[in-house]
């Protein structure tokens, strides 16, 4: 019968190197070794002993030789102690078995040491193990070492640090997370961290825990990444257990659209969108630096990712629509609302006015300072972020009327207009929405060669304020273009200047000379937008992952986190391991549930994916369905509520998603 192995001190080790070589061989598991490896390696790592498998057998048998041996061997801990499961299939690359064996804390006597020991080894005898080696093929009988560590009082915090996100190996950030808080997110390379609200405190302890985890990761070889237990008490951080991170799940995006996507990582109400509608083509970096400028005005989330501009929701508080008091009619006006007829007036009478005083001050100079144009731009955007915004929300559907390019071409090909009305009705406008692209005043080819196509057929002649405000950012957007035309004349830039940061631009503004690094600097953007232009970018994305599906119109969209490829299933709703239906392969049964465990997992073999209202994928279950291969998300806010048996869903494990693409038609009981 081999004596405890102590993990965390070599003077009190009473074998051989060879002897506890031996056994180390033989019958302590991977988690003993991992932390006696860290131990030696001077990583914090709370005073512990192992038991191999035939002392701990010998306990159960309560073998009065083996009982005096623990207790003599834990009478250099300090209780209370926490006892935990080291299996020969546990804590291994090709499978973590997440979950399946029990631990036991706060023992405070040696009465409870050996209930606790016995506890933990007839963990190995459940049926949830024998299905856990059935579904993974392993042949091995399980023998289990069992590990006696102190317990760290987690008087500052304690929770789990995966080094890399689970199914990404490539990954180049890692996963701090707490329970009942939102996970912190840290930058592998600069150890820099992006906490959500309410997690603030805790990104105040990752720089020391991402620091251990790397070493820990280096330490024990562990490329794919590690999953480690950590606690903080008053002396600092300790880390209790590591386990190798299991990827298993297909759907890695490449690293490089990985990279430019991973600053939407830890938010997973926010669905971002390619705005194609507008911006169809990568921006030019003069019209990416007017999307940073008005970002913070906007009443949606904007960005350029990769060169091209993404939207996405967010919650915005308009201000009331408030006309002013003295002027009667415009508060009979308000009063009206939502009445559309009203609303056009509005629009009319006050905030239209507004608008167009705003751009008239660079139209009247030749050519305007870049510094009055972008004013006038943002003057623009805050007047429809806080007024008219709100309108054309209150308006909603009935806010109908054609295009403003195809009135004008059709009035002008029935000889209403001249060609020079038509002219001068388009000038500010362009093919996109971006100041490098030359104006339709600039091109009127364009416009001649589009009104020989028009049809001469009678249009609506009212605009929408949609259509509307669309007319006025032209305007806005032609002004900024004039300006930085007229820098470009002053230093001889040509087209360069469009390919130069709008912020710099700005700054040296007063400047008689351009910057000598200014023409490389344009030389090496306009190289890169060359690249963009052949770059496939998602239509969508969430959570740092693409949404490469085209959703059909109306689908109802769940998100939360998760791993897996991308399949399409029905929706069968459980709530207790009880009530689970027999599932068939083939039959495309989407598990939806309240959370998962490990033998939720194991139960679920043969569905195409789970999905979860509750948890993290940090917890035992989402590990158990990884290994298993199955897509899951969990975390997934209103799906177990809202989705019924029978629902037609696609489930984007990878990409966190969840879209209902055809409801039930008589919704089942589940």
Known sequence: MFAPVFLTSDAAHSQSHSQA?????????????????????????????????????????ASESALRTIAAATSQLSYPLAVRSSANIEDRKSGA??????????????QELVAAIVHVLESTRTPLVQAYLKAQHIEQTPTLAVIVQEQISSSVACGVLYTRPPGRPESDVAILEVAKLPPVWIDRES?????????????KLAPKLWELASAAEEILGADGGLDIEWVWDHRGPWIVQARPVVHKSSGTPAPELQKLLSFSLGDMDKLWRLDATHNPFPCSPAQAGLVEMVRPLAPYDMRVVGGYLYVAKRAVHHKPLAPDRSDRHAQEQAEALP???????????QLFPKMDAALKVPESQNPPSLSCALKAYRDVFRCYTEELSPVIAA??????????????????????????????????????WDVSVPTYRETPELV?????????????????????????????QAQVRRALQGLATRWQLGDDIFFLPLA????????????????????????????????????????????????PPNTELWSGIGTGASVRGTVVRV???????????????VLVMPSLSPAHALAARGCVAIVCEYGDHLGHGAAMARELEIPCIVGCTGAWRELRTGDHVLVHGQAGLVARTERVKSPAKS
């Open 504 to 551: 710099e631009l700005l700054s040296e503004e007063e400047r008689a000379e351009p910057l000598p690094s200014w023409h490389a600097q344009a030389l090496r953007a306009r190289t890169k937008h060359q690249e963009e232009l052949s770059t496939r970018m998602p239509l969508a994305f969430i959570n740092g992952e693409a949404v490469p599906t085209r959703l």
């Open 448 to 476: 001649e060669a589009a009104m020989k196509l028009a049809t001469g057929q009678n249009q609506e002649s009212s605009l929408s304020l949609r259509e509307s405000d669309d007319l006025l950012f032209f305007r806005a």
């Open 395 to 432: 308006l909603g559907e009935s806010d109908t009327g054609a295009n403003p390019l195809t009135i004008w071409l059709e009035r002008a090909k029935l000889g209403e207009i001249s060609l020079q009305e038509l002219m001068d009705a388009v000038a500010p406008m362009a093919p996109a």
């Open 575 to 589: 709530q207790k391991l009880r009530s689970f239906p027999r599932i068939a392969s083939g039959d495309n049964t």
């Open 339 to 349: 009445n559309a007829a009203s609303l056009h007036a509005l629009f009319r009478d």
């Open 97 to 110: 078995a997440p979950g399946l064996f029990d631990s036991r804390l706060g023992i405070r006597s040696q």
């Open 21 to 61: 070589q031996a056994q180390d061989d033989c019958e302590l598991g991977q988690k003993a070794r991992t932390l006696r490896l860290l131990h030696k390696a001077g990583l914090p790592v709370p005073p512990a002993l192992a038991l191999c498998y035939s002392l701990a057998l010998a306990v159960e048998a």
């Open 191 to 203: 150890g820099t961290t992006r906490a959500p609200a309410g997690a603030e405190e805790i990104a």
